[in-house]
């Protein structure tokens, strides 16, 4: 059995830099940045759960968020303002 990619938007709020750092880095290596602490990524069920646990044992559950929202299919974005890719983009 196949198992099929779903679309996520995936944003966080870190409060301290180091932890900041790792968890972009982390989101980074499964999604594509769209803004600030917001990510793009396409993911299968597996990849879902690992990017998961990776972000679980470097956040501070007591101070840190991080939120998944599956886009459903065909679902379509409108961008307004300027548009640029952050490719290269470090928090620090």
């Not at 597996?46 to 968020?65: H, N, P």
Request: net charge positive.
């Amino acid at each position: 059995m196949m198992s099929h990619s779903k679309q996520y938007l995936i944003c966080y709020d870190i409060r301290d830099s180091k932890r900041l750092r790792r968890v972009h880095r982390t989101i980074r290596d499964f999604g594509m940045p769209v803004q600030f602490s917001v990510f793009e990524a396409e993911l299968k069920p597996s990849e879902l759960a690992k990017l998961q646990q990776c972000l679980l044992a470097l956040i501070d559950s007591e101070q840190d968020r991080v939120c998944f929202y599956h886009l459903s299919h065909g679902f379509r974005k409108i961008d307004l303002g300027v548009i640029k890719p952050l490719n290269d983009l470090l928090l620090i």
